[in-house]
């Protein structure tokens, strides 16, 4: 594998998971408590033997950046290879513009890709769940001397519409290709996964083919390039929705789940912050759930995944959710089938996910938020006793002023709303103070539900 180097895709906005890429790039939203997506690619790599990585971001960068730094939790802090993360730019007699699609990212870092000593090149999406040993998939690709290789699997029609779907032939070979077809003619898909000869990667690069799945791979299949397919039968997971991402998560508390985070031969790797060990007081009750490092449970949490430094108070319950990091669960507070992102406050006594499943879908975004499951934006402030349905969305940053009322009806949505400066010093605390406690009574709250919080090393990384 010293002769692969791996470009992993990963500027996307990921605009189906609503408010939790908001704030930053899909590939860095968390994942199983303690992790990102991302890590799950760069771990593939180093555990298959490849440590030179080129990381190509876009999007909100920040926490990505943040999360993957010099690389060392993968160790790939290295003098020669490791990990480069490369940002869009202004190149001198090019139009100013983000990427166009994935082969336009790759084509317009090429300079890179060229100047580096690797013969081969594997194209990496970085927004997947999934454990692989590209050992295997790159040697194919090698005795069978192929232009590009695609990794494909099979997945339900369902899902194929929304893929490139392919046909083999009996030597491996692509002889059939759809992108996103409307009417798949077949359940074999491409994964995203992509390994190139260098030559082929020059060649059949263009502005005029931005996107490898809608261009290059067609374009090549017309130009008689040696283009073949992979098969890989393992555990892969698309995360781009809400519902995928719910479910997947909540698919690691299986008894036997189709992802062992417990591999011992395939250890996904993460920048972790040192915290205290995981904290079960006398009253708690901890059922079939995830609970990371440095959390504090004194209430109950059953079906839950929970990232580092939650805390659920005495009489407080969180049920089939995902709970991010640094958030806090106020004693006899609710949170059912809810995603809450990082830092979020959940007042006393308050209920956020109420009523049937199969209410109405969110009227801002009903194509995301449709399948009951409440979603919290980061840093949200939700007040003591306010009752949320299903299918809602809270923005991040919300504070007691941006409720309308004490009750959130299904498929609402909560915005936060502008601040404005109405005084200086101590008198503009005064009254921003009085004035939440107006609204919704949350000056006596202010400091227990945490109205101003600290900054934490989790917020700064995103």
């Known amino acids: 594998m010293k002769r692969t180097l791996a470009v992993i895709l990963a500027g996307g ?8 890429s908001s704030v930053r790039a899909k590939p860095a939203v968390p994942f199983g408590g303690k992790y990102r997506i991302i890590d799950f690619t760069l771990s593939n790599c180093v555990n298959s033997g490849i440590d030179d990585v080129v990381v190509l971001t876009q999007y909100a960068p920040r926490s990505l950046i943040d999360h993957i730094g010099l690389g060392r939790p993968w160790d790939l802090d290295r003098t020669r290879g490791g990990v480069r993360l490369l940002q869009p ?14 082969a336009d990212a790759v084509l317009q870092n090429l300079n890179i890709i060229e ?34 290789t695609v990794a494909v699997r099979q997945v339900p029609l369902s899902d194929a519409v929304r893929m490139g779907v392919l046909a083999l032939d009996e030597t491996g070979r692509i002889v059939d290709w759809q992108e996103k077809p409307k009417q798949p003619r ?37 130009g008689g390039a040696r283009v073949y ?32 985070l417990y591999d011992k031969e395939w250890l996904i790797y993460t920048r972790s912050e040192e915290r205290a060990p995981a904290k079960i007081g006398a009253t708690a009750q901890v059922h079939r759930s995830l609970i990371s490092h ?8 059953v079906n839950s995944v929970l990232s580092p430094g939650v805390r659920v108070e005495v009489g407080a319950v969180v049920r089939d959710s995902i709970i991010m990091f640094d958030s806090v669960i106020r004693a006899g507070a609710v949170v ?100 939440a406690a107006g609204t919704a009574g949350a000056a006596a709250d202010s400091e ?7 900054a934490t090393p989790s917020e700064r990384a995103g």
């Open 13 to 20: 906005e990921g605009e189906r998971l609503s408010i939790l």
């Open 115 to 148: 100047q580096s000593p690797r013969d081969t090149v594997l194209i990496l999406a970085g927004d997947h769940i999934y454990k692989m040993d590209y050992g295997p998939f790159v040697q194919f690709h090698r005795r069978h001397r192929a232009d590009v």
């Open 186 to 222: 077949s359940d074999l898909a491409s994964m995203g996964v992509y390994v190139f000869s260098k030559r082929a990667l020059r060649r059949w690069l263009s502005e005029d083919r931005p996107d490898f799945g809608a261009h290059v791979i067609p374009a090549m299949l017309a």
């Open 89 to 102: 730019y202004l190149a001198r007699g090019r139009v100013a513009e983000w990427y166009r699609g994935t």
């Open 229 to 260: 397919g992979y098969r890989f039968s393992g555990y892969w997971q698309d995360v781009g929705t809400i519902a995928a991402y719910w479910e997947t998560n909540m698919a690691l508390l299986a008894d036997t789940p189709a992802l062992d």
């Open 448 to 454: 227990r539900d945490g109205t101003v919080a600290p």
């Open 336 to 435: 059912d089938r809810a995603i809450l992102d990082k830092e979020v406050i959940v007042g006393q006594g308050a209920i956020v996910g109420e009523g049937p499943l199969n209410d109405v879908p969110n009227r801002l975004e009903p194509t995301r938020l449709n399948t009951g499951i409440t979603v919290v934006g980061k840093q949200a402030v939700i007040p003591r006793g306010v009752r949320i349905g299903r299918n809602v969305r809270i923005d991040g940053g919300v504070r007691a002023t941006d409720f309308p009322s004490r009750v959130v009806r299904s498929g609402e949505t909560v915005e936060r709303r502008a601040r404005v400066a109405v005084a200086s010093g101590a008198r503009a605390v005064a009254a921003v103070r009085a004035t």
């Open 294 to 301: 440095g959390c504090r449970i004194d209430g109950m949490v």
